[in-house]
C-alpha cells in the first residue's frame, strides 16, 4: 500500500458573532466575506476563499443550497453543554431521536460501553457521518459493532463551531452522509495560553462533572501552531440518587382511560415500600412442584431452609409481611447501581499550519485515551440437585407440604450477582497534507490531504464461569460451595460467591483507518450572470476490524450471557467525484439571482460486485434580497460497514411470550396468521415454550447489498432588511432503500405466520419443536437473526429556525429559536407482497422519537455582562404507540397500563462576566427541577425505575448548577 505524504489545507471561515443555532446565510456572514475580499487589493485569489459545509466549491461569500445549521462552542457552555457530544446530540434535528451516551449502561450498544455518536434523523450513526474540519476522522469503540465516529475523542477547548448538513451528500463525502453531515470546526488562531476550569453539579448529588482544559497557540509571518489538551471526569448518576429511579411500579388507567393517581399495582401495595421491587432473589424455587421458599417474617421455619418457609398466596397479609418484602425485593446494595456511567477522558490535540512560497503545508494530529466503567447487579439462578434431596440433610419423604414423597429434587435458588463493566480504549488520529494553486491559472487550487487513525480497546466484565456454576454436590465435610446458605441468597456474601464462580474476562478491539483525497476546484468559464465553479476530486479509504473476545466469551462459557466470536475483516473504496455550480440569471426583476448546483461520486468497494454512482442537484433562487427559495434532491449510497459484513456470531436469549405469534392463535382476530399457525399443527390454545429461545446474530458476507437512499429538500430563508430578523423552514425527506439491519425475532416470526404467502423465507430462519418432541413441544429453539437488506425506512419533516438581534440603549438583544417537526417516521421490514401486520414499525411519536422537539435561546449583553435565558421542549410520547394500549387485568373491570410520556419543558439560566484577561459563567439547568416523565413499569419496555431507558431527550439529574472560569495569560 502506497502512503503519501500529502496535504489538504485547511478550509475554514472565522466568521460574525457566535450563535448557538443559525442558518448560515450570507447576510449572517457578512464579516467572512468582507475579510476574504479585504485580503487583496484586487479580486480575491483562490486561496483567500472559503469553503462551506455541503459543498466542494471555493467562494467569497459563506453560502450553500443545502440548508446548513451552525452551533457555536461559546453558546453551548452558556447553556451548560460540557463536551462534544451535547453539543450535537442536543440540536433539534438530532434531539427528536435516541441518541447514545453515558446513560447506556447495562446495555450492548454499538461502539461499546460510553461511546457518544450521533444519528441525525432517527437513521441510525452508521448513516450520520462526521468531520473534524472537513475531513473524515476513524470510528472509536469496542466489540465488533464499531463503525460510526466516537465524540468524545474530541477536546472542547480548541472546537469553535459545528455545522450540520441537514440533508443527504453521498455526492460530496462519500458513503455514511445519508441523513447528513456534522463537520467540527476547530480553532486556528489562539494568540496567547489561556485555562479553561469548569463543573457541573446535580443539587441533589451525584452525576458531577468536572473538566480542565488549556490551549495555547504561536502565530509568525508564514505560519501558526495550536495546541490544546483537556482532562475530564465524570461521576456516576446511580439509583439511589433518584426516588424516579429506584420504585419501579405499575402505574394504571381506569377502563374508560383516566389515570388513577399513579396507582401501585404491584406486590407491595399497600405497604411503606410499595413499588419499590429493585431486584428479585433471596429465593429457591422448588423445580419439581414450583414451591417458592423465602425468607419467614417472623424467622420461623416451615420446609426445606432454616429461616425460610413457602410464600402464601404469592403475598404475606400479617402484620410482618413487609420484612418479607424487603428481604426479596429491595436490597441496599442495588441503590449503588450505576445509571450513568462512571468515566475519566484525557486528549490532546495539535495543527500546524505553514505557509510556503507556492504551497502551503497543514497538520492535525489528536489523541485520547477514555477510561469508563459500570457497576450493575443481576439475577444468577443455577439449577441445583442432589442424589437423595435438593439440600443436604432434608428429605422430602418426611415433609408434610408435599402431596406425594419423593427421593430427590432439584431446587432453583435465586441470588443476585454483580455485573460490572469496563473499556479502557486509547484513540490517535493525523493527518497532513499540502494545497495550493496551478502555476498556470490564478483561478485553479489544488488540495491533498492523508490521514490515518487508529483506535485500541480493552473491554472487560465480570461474568459466571457456566462450567463452574452448574449443578453443585455437596459433601459434609467440605461444601464445595452452598447456594443455599442465607448469607448467599441475600447477598451478604457475593464476595464469596464472586470469587468461586465468578471470573473478570477481557476482550480486545483494534479499527484503523487511512483515508487519501485529492481535489482540484476553479472555476470553468463565465456566464453573463457569472463564473461556472467546479471541483474534481479522487478518494481512497482502506479499514479494517479485529474484534477478540475473552476465551470464556468465545466459548460460550459465561453463564446467562451472550457468546461472542471473531469480528475480523477489512474493506477499502475507490471514490471519484464532480460538483459543478453555475448561476444562471442575475439582476433581472423577481431574480436578484438563480443559481444551480450538481454534484456525483462513483464508487468501487472491494466488498461489494458491482460499482455504483449517486448524484445530487440543488437550485438557488434569491427572489428578492430579503426572500430566498431553495430546493435540493438527490440519493445517497451506504455500502455495508465491517461489522455489518464481518459481526462474528453472537447468541442471546428471549422469551417465547416476546416473539411466537401463534400463543392462543385461536383467540387472535388475525385471519392469515390463525390460518397459518393451524397449517403448523400448533394447538389453537397453545401457551407458549417455558424456556427462552437462543437468538442468533451474525455479520452478511455475501449476501448483504448497499444501502440506496432519496433525499429531498425544499426551504425558504426570509431576512427582511426592515429588521434585525431572519427566518428558515425547511421541508425534508430521506427514504432509505435496502436498509441494512437486523429484522429482529419478532419479525422474523411474524413475517412467516402472518404472511399470506406461507410459508415463505422467513419460517427458513428459526428451528421449532415438532409436536412429538417429548419435553417441549412446539417451542421456538433458535432463530437466526443476522444483518440482512430489509425493505426501507422513511422519515419526513420540517425544520424552523428564526433569529432576532438588535441594540437597544440598554444593551444588545439575541433571540434564536430552532424546532423539528416530524410527521412520518417508519420502517418497513418486508415487501408490499409479504404484507402481514407485522412488517411496519411506526416510530413517530414513540418514546425516544417525539415528533416535535424545540428549544429558544435569550440573551441580553449589557457592558461586560451577559444573561442567558433557554427552554428544551420535548413534545408528549407513548411507549407502545398512539393507538395502542397496554392491559392491565389486574384492575377491578379491566384497566391499563400507563404508556404515555408527558410533554417536558426544561429552563435555564446562566451569567457570564467577562474581563480582557478572564471570564467567568455561572448558571442552571432544569431550573424548576422538572422530573423526567415515568410510565408504567409492567410495560414491555426497558426502563429504569419509571423512566424510560432509552429516551436521552429527559433530563435524569434534576436541577444542576454549573460554572466555568477562563483565564487568558
Known amino acids: 500500500m502506497n502512503r503519501l505524504p500529502l496535504f489538504v489545507a485547511m478550509l475554514g471561515c472565522l466568521y460574525g458573532a457566535p450563535a448557538l443555532a443559525q442558518e448560515a446565510t450570507e447576510t449572517e456572514t457578512e464579516t467572512s466575506a468582507t475579510e476574504a475580499a479585504q485580503a487583496s487589493d484586487s479580486q480575491p485569489t483562490e486561496l483567500d476563499k472559503i469553503t462551506v459545509t455541503g459543498s466542494l466549491l471555493r467562494r467569497v461569500e459563506y453560502d450553500s443550497i443545502s440548508p446548513v445549521q451552525v452551533i457555536t462552542a461559546d453558546s453551548a457552555v452558556e447553556i451548560g453543554q460540557v463536551d462534544a457530544g451535547e453539543f450535537l446530540q442536543q440540536s433539534s434535528v438530532a434531539a427528536g431521536s435516541t441518541q ?54 474530541l477536546p472542547t477547548s480548541v472546537i469553535q463551531r459545528v455545522e450540520i448538513l441537514k440533508d443527504g451528500a453521498s455526492s460530496i463525502y462519500g458513503s455514511d452522509a445519508v441523513a447528513g453531515v456534522a463537520n467540527y470546526i476547530t480553532r486556528r488562531n489562539i494568540d496567547r ?30 505560519s501558526n501552531i495550536v495546541i490544546g489538551a483537556e482532562w475530564q471526569k465524570y461521576e456516576p448518576l446511580k439509583v439511589g440518587d433518584r426516588d424516579y429511579f429506584n420504585c419501579p411500579r405499575d402505574l394504571v388507567r381506569d377502563a374508560d382511560g383516566n389515570i388513577i393517581d399513579r396507582e401501585d399495582r404491584s406486590i407491595t401495595a399497600g405497604t411503606s415500600l ?24 417472623d424467622g420461623t421455619t416451615v420446609g426445606m431452609i432454616p429461616g425460610y418457609r413457602p ?21 441496599d446494595f442495588y441503590k449503588n447501581q450505576y445509571i450513568l456511567n462512571e468515566s475519566e477522558r484525557f486528549k490532546f490535540y495539535g495543527s500546524a499550519s505553514v505557509a510556503f512560497d507556492s504551497i502551503n503545508w497543514d497538520t492535525q494530529v489528536m489523541a485520547s485515551r477514555r477510561e469508563t466503567s459500570s ?35 432439584i431446587a432453583q435458588p435465586v441470588i443476585p450477582f454483580r455485573s460490572n463493566n469496563s473499556e479502557k480504549i486509547d484513540y490517535y488520529y493525523l493527518t497532513t497534507g499540502l494545497n495550493g494553486i496551478f502555476s498556470s491559472t490564478d483561478t485553479w487550487s489544488w488540495q491533498a490531504n492523508l490521514s490515518y487513525t487508529y483506535s485500541d480497546g480493552d473491554y472487560t466484565g465480570l461474568g459466571i464461569v457456566a462450567s463452574r ?17 442465607p448469607g448467599v441468597l441475600s447477598g451478604e456474601n457475593m464476595d464469596e460467591l464472586e470469587a468461586q464462580i465468578g471470573q473478570y474476562n477481557t476482550g480486545n478491539t483494534v479499527y484503523d483507518q487511512l483515508v487519501f483525497t485529492g481535489i482540484a476546484t476553479g472555476d470553468l468559464f463565465e456566464l453573463p450572470a457569472g463564473p461556472v465553479a467546479s471541483a474534481f476530486g479522487v478518494e481512497y479509504r482502506d479499514f479494517s476490524i479485529d474484534d477478540q473476545p475473552s476465551e470464556l466469551s468465545q466459548n460460550g462459557d459465561l453463564w446467562g450471557q451472550s457468546s461472542a466470536q471473531v469480528t475480523k475483516g477489512d474493506d477499502h473504496v475507490t471514490e471519484l467525484f464532480m460538483e459543478v455550480e453555475a448561476p444562471l440569471l442575475a439582476g433581472i426583476p423577481g431574480i436578484e439571482s438563480l443559481t444551480v448546483n450538481a454534484s456525483a461520486r462513483w464508487f468501487d468497494y472491494a466488498s461489494v460486485d458491482d460499482s455504483d454512482y449517486v448524484w445530487k442537484t440543488g437550485l438557488s433562487w434569491q427572489v428578492t434580497p430579503s426572500f430566498r427559495m431553495r430546493a435540493t434532491t438527490g440519493t445517497s449510497y451506504r455500502a455495508p460497514g465491517l461489522y455489518e459484513l464481518y459481526l462474528g456470531n453472537q447468541t442471546g436469549f428471549l422469551s417465547q411470550l416476546n416473539i ?38 451474525g455479520g452478511g458476507a455475501g449476501v448483504l447489498d448497499p444501502e440506496t437512499s432519496e433525499a429531498s429538500t425544499v426551504g425558504i430563508v426570509f431576512t427582511p432588511q426592515f429588521a434585525d430578523f431572519s427566518i428558515a423552514l425547511d421541508y425534508f425527506s430521506i427514504e432509505v432503500n435496502d436498509q441494512i439491519g437486523q429484522l429482529g425475532a419478532g419479525a422474523i416470526l411474524g413475517g412467516c405466520y402472518g404472511s399470506p404467502n406461507y410459508p415463505n423465507a422467513f419460517c427458513d430462519l428459526f428451528d421449532r419443536n415438532p409436536t412429538n418432541d417429548p419435553t417441549a413441544p412446539h417451542a421456538i429453539t433458535e432463530v437466526r437473526d443476522s444483518y440482512i437488506n430489509i425493505n426501507k425506512q422513511r422519515t419526513r419533516g420540517y425544520d424552523l429556525l428564526v433569529r432576532y438581534e438588535n441594540e437597544f440603549p440598554a444593551g444588545k438583544l439575541d433571540v434564536q429559536g430552532e424546532a423539528t417537526y416530524v410527521f412520518e417516521d417508519f420502517q418497513q421490514l418486508f415487501d408490499p407482497d409479504q404484507a402481514s401486520g407485522f412488517d411496519t414499525d411506526d416510530f413517530n411519536g414513540d418514546i425516544g422519537r417525539p415528533k416535535v422537539v424545540a428549544n429558544l435561546r435569550t440573551a441580553f449583553e449589557r457592558n461586560d455582562w451577559t444573561y442567558t435565558w433557554f427552554m428544551n421542549y420535548v413534545h408528549g410520547t407513548s411507549a407502545l404507540g398512539e393507538d395502542v394500549v397496554a392491559p392491565y387485568f389486574g384492575f377491578p373491570g379491566g384497566g391499563y397500563r ?15 462576566y467577562d474581563q480582557p484577561d478572564w471570564s467567568i459563567l455561572v448558571g442552571v439547568r432544569n431550573i424548576f427541577d422538572q422530573d423526567p416523565p415515568t410510565i408504567s413499569g409492567g410495560i414491555n419496555r426497558s426502563v429504569y425505575g419509571n423512566v424510560p431507558a432509552f429516551a436521552t431527550q429527559y433530563d435524569w439529574y434534576g436541577r444542576t448548577g454549573y460554572i466555568q472560569f477562563n483565564y487568558k495569560f
Open 100 to 153: 447514545i451516551n453515558n446513560q447506556f449502561g447495562g446495555f450492548v450498544v454499538e461502539g461499546g460501553l460510553g461511546v457518544q455518536t450521533v444519528g441525525l434523523r432517527g437513521l441510525g450513526a452508521q448513516r450520520t457521518l462526521v468531520l473534524m474540519d472537513g475531513k473524515r476522522p476513524g470510528p472509536s469503540g469496542t466489540r465488533g459493532q464499531v463503525q460510526a465516529f466516537d465524540l468524545s475523542v
Open 193 to 222: 495560553p489561556e485555562i479553561f476550569v469548569q463543573g457541573r453539579m446535580p443539587f441533589d448529588g451525584g452525576g458531577e462533572t468536572f473538566g480542565v482544559s488549556a490551549a495555547t497557540g504561536w502565530n509568525f509571518d508564514n
Open 274 to 297: 410499595g413499588g419499590c421491587n429493585n431486584l428479585y432473589a433471596n429465593t429457591v424455587i422448588d423445580a419439581l412442584f414450583g414451591t417458592r421458599y423465602v425468607p419467614s417474617p
Open 311 to 331: 410464600r402464601a398466596n404469592g403475598r404475606y397479609d400479617d402484620a410482618n409481611g413487609e420484612a418479607f418484602y424487603e428481604d426479596v425485593l429491595n436490597y
Open 375 to 409: 457497576e450493575r447487579f443481576r439475577q444468577f439462578f443455577p439449577l441445583v440437585g442432589g442424589a437423595t434431596a435438593l439440600i443436604p440433610g432434608y428429605s422430602y419423604a418426611n415433609d408434610p407440604t408435599y402431596a406425594a414423597p419423593v427421593d430427590s429434587g
Open 469 to 485: 456454576s452448574g449443578d453443585v454436590q455437596f459433601d459434609d465435610d467440605a461444601p464445595v460451595l452452598d447456594y443455599f446458605s
Open 660 to 697: 411466537d405469534p401463534c400463543i392462543d392463535w385461536a383467540n387472535s382476530n388475525n385471519a392469515t396468521l390463525a390460518a397459518n399457525c393451524a397449517a403448523a399443527g400448533i394447538p389453537g390454545d397453545y401457551a407458549g415454550g417455558a424456556s427462552s429461545a437462543t437468538v442468533v446474530s
Open 898 to 912: 400507563d404508556v404515555t410520556a408527558e410533554r417536558a419543558v426544561y429552563h435555564g439560566f446562566s451569567v457570564r
